[in-house]
């Protein structure tokens, strides 16, 4: 009799949860695979830099939003694409979004390299004025054109010179070094043959080793990748320049954009803003923290660029800024002197 009034519960109990009476549990792993959507996130930096954060956040905030039924897998240092093969691998449709820095979609979009110029931005919210305004605007326009869409401009921060030989004040210092430069760029070779260096173009994933055999002798990168890549481990003088910024573009493929359902499109679109938001501040905070960091492991000689030197910099730079301004075209040369002046174009 007990058997029999055990087995009647059992029966009760499963038909209950079965017909959905129950208040429903979301179990990720119960997602019905046919509805599930997963988006591969490739990018190349560490895990702890801001746009590894940024893009665990997001992944981590779309999860909760979506119930599981999107997952953003995302794979950081290069562990799926590479530079080099990342931008193709979206195009035909292997990953889903990535990020790489403006400079490295210059092959494809020429003007996208206006962020690369040195000295013109003076600050990161100068930078984010632009990006955020007409000039962003802009550029985002000519994604289109190749099959992308822009999802979000990420910051990271102002670009300084390490190297492995010496102290570099004056373009002389420069003379005869080798310097590794972002993939894809016309600018930055430019940049750095203005100060007599021979550019030497390179993926992210292979600076480290190239620096550490000593291949090459030197880079221009941010506080956090530097410290995040153990950079100065390899490289005992940093040059605390400022010349350039690095920034970075979230890249969706737009057929894959257009084909999701409104409804998980328009939460993506809101985790993608917030996340936006969230990245700017901790590449502001990371910039700071990644500085003390390596300050204080006493492996690296500092040396803070004098008003002096800047402009000699700059005055090396001359026929950098004629080929800048034919490469970004004179109405983006326009808008950036006008929101240096600080007003928005
Ligand atoms: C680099 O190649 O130095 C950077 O693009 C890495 C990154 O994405 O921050």
Redesign the pocket.
């Known amino acids: 009799m007990q058997r029999k009034l055990f087995l009647a519960w059992l029966v009760f109990l499963i038909t209950l949860t079965s017909s959905g009476c129950g208040k429903r549990v979301t179990d990720h792993e119960q997602i019905d695979p046919a509805e599930k959507i997963v988006i591969k996130f490739s990018?190349?930096?560490a895990e702890n830099?801001p746009?590894g954060l940024a893009a665990r956040r997001f992944a981590n905030l779309v999860a909760a939003r979506t119930n599981g039924r999107v997952e953003v897998q995302v794979y950081p240092n290069s562990t799926l694409y590479k530079?080099g093969e990342e931008i193709e691998a979206l195009k035909n449709g292997s990953v889903q979004i990535i990020a790489?820095?403006t400079a490295?979609i210059a092959a494809l979009f020429p003007r996208w390299q206006i962020f690369d110029i040195p000295y013109v931005f003076t600050s990161a919210e100068m930078v984010y004025r632009a990006m955020d305004g007409k000039i962003g605007g802009e550029l985002f326009d000519e994604l289109a054109t190749q099959g992308f869409r822009g999802l979000a401009f990420w910051g990271?921060g102002f670009k300084q010179m390490t190297n492995g030989i010496r102290p570099l004040r004056e373009p002389g210092d420069f003379k005869g070094l080798t310097m590794r430069v972002?993939m894809g760029s016309q600018i930055l070779p430019t940049q750095f043959q203005c100060l007599g260096a021979q550019p030497v173009q390179l993926g992210?994933n292979d600076?480290y080793a190239a620096l550490a055999q000593k291949i090459i002798d030197g880079q221009e990168?941010t506080m956090s990748?530097i410290y995040s890549k153990k950079f100065y481990e390899v490289q005992p003088y940093l040059t605390l320049s400022n010349h350039g910024y690095?920034g970075?573009v979230v890249l969706t493929n737009r057929k894959f954009w257009d084909h999701l359902p409104p409804d998980i499109r328009g939460i993506l679109e809101k985790a993608m803003q917030e996340v936006t938001v969230w990245e700017r501040e901790q590449a502001s905070l990371l910039d700071e923290e990644s500085f003390r960091a390596i300050r204080s492991t006493g492996q690296i000689r500092l040396h803070l660029q004098t008003e002096e030197e800047k402009r000699q910099w700059l005055t090396a730079f001359t026929p950098l800024y004629r080929q800048a301004e034919e490469i970004v075209g004179s109405d983006l040369w326009r808008a950036v002197q006008v929101l240096k002046e600080k007003k928005e174009p």
Request: no cysteine; charged share 20%.
């Open positions: 990018h190349v930096v830099a746009k530079d790489p820095t490295k990271n972002m992210f600076l990168n990748n690095m970075y």
